[in-house]
């Protein structure tokens, strides 16, 4: 978690809007999603959010990826 101080310390050097990736987090909850189902192999998918940090940190963890194109999609 980030403070109120240094959160204003980033907004000040880097403006607005400002992205946090909590990378920890996203490797918890894939590890909680593979522990309570098993059976199931997860698959993220890309369109939902292309940033390429979060997609390497699920790769990395062994998460399948999906790619979804067209207008339907």
């Known amino acids: 978690m980030i403070d109120k101080s240094t959160l204003l310390d980033l ?11 909590a ?10 999603f593979c522990k309570y189902l098993p059976d199931v ?11 390429s940090k979060i997609v390497r940190t699920l790769y990395n963890e ?3 990826l999906m790619l979804l194109y067209g207008k339907n999609s």
């Open 62 to 64: 062994g998460c399948g």
């Open 23 to 32: 990378h920890d987090s996203i490797k918890a909850n894939y590890y909680k």
């Open 41 to 51: 192999k997860p698959f993220y998918v890309i369109k939902a959010n292309p940033e």
């Open 11 to 21: 907004v000040n050097a880097n403006g607005t809007p400002l992205i946090f990736i």
